[in-house]
């Protein structure tokens, strides 16, 4: 995956973009990475197409599978949230789903939002979910209502 650029972003947003990349380009296994807000939009994408940037201004919207993933990830989010209070059973901190042909984890960040991954079925689970955990630990304290605003509009710009 080539960098995207980030013209005109926060050091913020673009370090969340380099984060998000590490994590796609150094972790064996990661097909795709998602931010999700609690609304259930895509802030970040690992997809090269729909990473904020102005030469993906021409393109119709989200297609394949970052706005897929963007979607499984909210619809879990929703999911576990609900089984989790009707079982008394406090927050969601991660979720994963195995499959015969590879594995999707959901891990909160902060204020709802969520971290979303595709990954091999031969991936190894446990250091998908420390690498996850590095990436919600330095995102979460940084993921704030502007932020997340201003990763909104970029999404809906480069749209």
Same mark, same amino acid.
């Given at each position: 995956?080539t960098a995207?650029s980030? &013209?005109?972003?926060?050091? #913020? @947003?673009?370090?969340? !973009?380099?984060l998000?990349s590490?994590?796609? #380009?150094? %972790?064996?296994?990661?097909?795709? %990475?998602?931010?999700?807000?609690?609304?259930?939009?895509?802030l970040?994408?690992?997809?090269?197409?729909?990473?904020?940037?102005?030469?993906? =201004?021409?393109?119709?919207?989200p297609?394949?599978?970052? @706005?897929?993933l963007?979607?499984i %990830?909210?619809?879990?989010?929703?999911?576990t949230?609900g089984?989790?209070?009707?079982?008394?059973?406090?927050?969601?901190?991660?979720?994963?789903?195995?499959?015969?042909?590879?594995?999707? &984890?959901?891990?909160s960040? =902060?204020?709802?939002?969520?971290?979303?991954?595709?990954a091999?079925?031969?991936?190894?689970?446990?250091?998908?979910?420390? !690498?996850?955990?590095? &990436? %919600?630990?330095r995102?979460?304290?940084?993921?704030?209502?502007?932020?997340?605003? #201003?990763?909104?509009?970029?999404?809906?710009?480069?749209?």
């Open positions: 995956m995207p980030t &013209f005109g972003l926060s050091t #913020e @947003a673009r370090n969340l !973009h380099w998000l590490n994590l796609v #380009e150094e %972790v064996p296994g990661v097909r795709s %990475v998602t931010v999700v807000s609690s609304d259930g939009l895509m970040l994408s690992s997809d090269p197409g729909h990473l904020v940037s102005p030469s993906t =201004s021409g393109q119709d919207g297609r394949g599978s970052s @706005a897929d963007a979607t %990830v909210s619809g879990l989010g929703s999911l949230l089984a989790a209070q009707l079982m008394d059973g406090g927050g969601v901190k991660q979720t994963m789903v195995a499959m015969d042909e590879g594995s999707v &984890f959901v891990m960040i =902060s204020d709802g939002s969520l971290l979303g991954v595709h091999t079925p031969d991936c190894d689970m446990s250091v998908i979910a420390y !690498h996850m955990a590095l &990436f %919600v630990g995102a979460g304290h940084v993921l704030t209502p502007e932020l997340r605003s #201003e990763l909104r509009k970029s999404m809906e710009s480069a749209q």
